[in-house]
């Protein structure tokens, strides 16, 4: 895992490095393009309670960050989830994310991405992927923002052996493989306040192939309040025998944003 890790802190300081290397790069400013807000910042809790016949308690909670400055962008991003079912803990799943960005034009850059899920009681203890490439933005304004980015990659995965169920997607392999990473993210600031925002994600492997695409409405409430409908669907070409080859899910949600 210190391979791993080594390789992920190369990946994402690939912009960075690129960056030093670039200073006397001339990019001629773009009249049509206007530049992020430095700084913006999310906090997401969403919460069920079932009683009588069932007996179950869900949390989940997630905070992003994205900072600009310059030729520079850096986000990150923590989710959790934990669910209790008749007084014992039966999911907890971390999810957590970083990518840092060096514009190299008014419309490319570069990218180095790295994803993990650990998670105590599903299918996989650990999954990693990290990336770098090259990223083309179509249209980034206030209103509409369209980018897509492309570059190979490194996938591990750790199967949970004692915790793999029927229903659960996964093979009983330990996954240490290159990939190909491909994203494309939009949104759209539909009013004053609703906005709309999709994400499809794609990594190719020798084991698998995964798509995960992630749809939200957003609605504020307040300057700093917004209700928020989320649909996320997970799609895989190679499953076990009898299962479905997506999942989705559909969560309502609490967004403060600053």
Known sequence: MSKLFILSLG????????????????IAPDTTTEAPKPLSTEVEFGYQ??????DSRSLNA???????????????????????KDGEE???QSTYSAQSDYK?????????????????????????TISSGLGYQFANTEAFVLELELGPG????????????????????IVEEAIFRGNINTSWQALDNLRFNADVTLVSGESNLR????????????DN????????????????????????????NLLFQF
């Open 11 to 26: 990946l994402l300081s690939a912009p960075a490095i690129f960056a030093e290397e670039s200073t006397d790069l001339d």
């Open 49 to 54: 309670s079932h009683t009588g016949n069932s």
């Open 62 to 84: 997630r905070i992003n960050g994205e900072y600009t400055a310059g030729r520079h962008r850096t986000n990150g991003e923590w989710k959790y989830y934990n669910l209790y």
């Open 90 to 92: 039966d999911k907890r």
């Open 104 to 128: 190299l034009s008014p419309k490319t850059y570069l990218y180095g991405s790295f994803k993990g899920v650990d998670s105590r009681y599903s299918a996989y203890f650990k999954d990693y």
């Open 154 to 173: 490194f996938r591990y995965q750790e199967p949970n052996l004692d915790e793999i169920d029927d229903d659960d997607i996964i093979f009983p392999d």
């Open 211 to 222: 798509m995960d695409t992630d749809l939200e409405a957003i609605n504020d409430i307040t």
């Open 225 to 252: 309040i917004a209700l928020k409908i989320a649909f996320s669907r997970q799609y895989h070409d190679k499953v076990p025998e009898g299962l479905e080859k997506s999942d989705s899910i559909l969560s309502v």
